[in-house]
């Protein structure tokens, strides 16, 4: 009697510790996954918007991006993909089509990666668009 | 005898109930984190550099950046600054010095929130930079 007594009451504080543990270590995951971004070396490939300029999202999204992502290893923090809906007032051109942006460990690490792919990467532009891609580095600051 | 026994049964129950329940919840979470970005609306406020073109990037960071954000309420989800470091190639022109982007749910209600404010918004610009900048918005694809 007085065992199960005391099972009953290890269960029980068990099952506080696990009902407890469950929210600060959910909090620290949200913490470091902000705080994680700052300083990280964003590489953005633009993709300028002219008449006649065209550009595939779902090639880029499916194919190019995770190819080249392919190449980037543990260095490679995560890509975004962004699609290019208008300039500030109604009247501008759309200044890109797409941007399509590495956030880095480090810069000179993702440059080694890149050389000995980049005429991989340059012979699949044709497949998703006839654009001249810029390229801005830039840290996060926020 | 039996009671406890039932008792201990319910709170080994619970106990797997709350520690099974911990981690499913924690990667919907991360997961949510990453999917919420697809589909918001990025407006992007680009300095772009030339000879001359100067930024403070200490006043953006600390005054000009949270007063704009202190006026889109919860349309707001967050915002990024970033620091122009270079082009793609070393002999190319840095494009941007900075780039300022608030992720928002709704461009229309991001555009009613900034147009009674835009006096005061302008007039902060000569309090960190002489350049003019330009405005893209955007759709986070991925």
Known sequence: MKFKL???????TTCFAAFSQAKPSEKSKTHNMTANEKGLIKVSILYPYAEGKTFNME???TKHMPMVAGFLGANLVK????????????????????????YVKSLSEYRAAIAP??????ADFANYT?????????????
């Open 6 to 12: 005391i099972l009953s009451f290890l269960l029980l």
């Open 59 to 61: 090639y880029y999204e």
């Open 79 to 102: 890509y975004t993909i962004e699609k290019g809906l208008s300039a500030g007032a109604p009247d501008q051109p759309l200044p890109f089509m797409a941007i399509g942006t590495f």
């Open 117 to 122: 792919n980049i005429d991989a990467i340059r």
């Open 130 to 142: 006839n654009a001249i891609p810029e390229i801005f580095v830039s840290e996060v600051v926020k």
